[in-house]
């Protein structure tokens, strides 16, 4: 039998969400045009591809070896026309992603390791961005994907979709001040000396936001360009630092203590742009890998792997 390669797809995200209607979602279908589909993938494979229940569906062992080498298929059909793109027309223009730098410290260059291997015709432009900023050029069309944080995109009119959680914690040396505690408020942290970000980086000015015009009188030791650096800098003894939990190694050794804060408590959204490339095959594979990359984090660290 022929298979549709869209018909594929579609099965892959249902498999993969666990959920006829996320699958359809996904594929930017009906749920009646979602399952016709599934339907007609039964009938033509002549066994029952999914088992329906109340809470989802699951796949049937037929239903597991056609995603299995439906996801195979898909793979090699992607490289097969990327091939053949190359000799037919001019390389692409780039797709532009804008992100916040805790996505940039580990979920955008995994997602774009594959994305750049898997496409060879296309490239992609990144740039680091608060979110307001990303907000307004994704509605403008300057940009065709962001990842941005939810409390100052839920208004913005664009398309959005949960990617994970981007909670900040506060970080110290291993076997320092932090030893034993779990969890602490902004304003005792503010009472030992600290180690931030550059003042104009995303995660300074939305921390600063939050705390208004009340925030405690802060002493930065140092302030450093990239998170790699302050995390080596607190191992090391010089402060304390409130970074997002995820962009953590999980076998740092450090103190993790959870901010008792509300707003410390974040989620990453991937954010659509409105412009024709943000529903070009290039910038919908680029959303994909950035799923993917959300979905295979590493466990958050907690205090010593307790919290």
Do not use: K, N
Not at 25 to 41: D, G, N
Not at 96 to 121: I, K, N, Q, Y
Not at 212 to 238: D, I, M, W
């Amino acid at each position: 039998m022929r298979y549709d390669l869209d018909d594929l797809r579609l099965f892959l995200h249902i498999v993969t969400e666990g959920s006829i209607t996320a699958g359809a979602r996904r594929m930017h279908l009906s749920l009646p045009s979602a399952s016709a589909r599934v339907r007609s993938l039964e009938r033509h494979a002549g066994v029952a591809l999914l088992i329906r229940g109340r809470r989802g569906v699951r796949p049937t062992p037929a239903g597991t070896a056609l995603a299995r080498h439906a996801r195979d298929v898909l793979t090699h059909t992607a490289r097969l026309e990327s091939a053949v793109a190359s000799y037919t027309r001019s390389p692409a223009a780039p797709v532009t992603l804008l992100s916040g730098g805790s996505a940039m410290h580990g979920l955008v260059p995994r997602a774009l390791v594959t994305f750049l291997r898997e496409h060879p015709d296309t490239d992609v432009t990144v740039s680091e961005s608060r979110t307001p900023r990303t907000v307004r050029m994704l509605a403008d069309g300057e940009a065709d994907l962001g990842v941005v944080v939810d409390d100052e995109a839920h208004d913005s009119g664009l398309v959005l979709e949960p990617l994970g959680d981007d909670s900040l914690v506060v970080i110290g040396q291993e076997g320092g001040i932090l030893a034993g505690r779990t969890a602490l408020a902004y304003s005792e942290v503010a009472e030992h000396p600290l180690v931030g970000l550059d003042a104009e980086s995303s995660l300074r000015r939305w921390i600063e936001r939050h705390l208004g015009p009340h925030a405690p009188v802060v002493r930065y030791r140092t302030s450093v360009a990239g998170l790699s650096t302050l995390v080596s800098l607190v191992a090391a003894g010089v402060g304390l630092a409130v970074v997002p939990r995820r962009a953590l190694d999980p076998h740092t050794g450090l103190e993790v203590c959870a901010l008792q804060d509300a707003w410390s408590r974040r989620r990453l959204l991937l954010a659509w742009g409105v412009g024709d490339r943000s529903a070009a095959p290039a910038t919908a594979a680029l959303a994909e890998q950035l799923r993917r990359a959300a979905r295979t984090e590493a466990p958050p660290p907690g205090r010593r792997g307790a919290v």
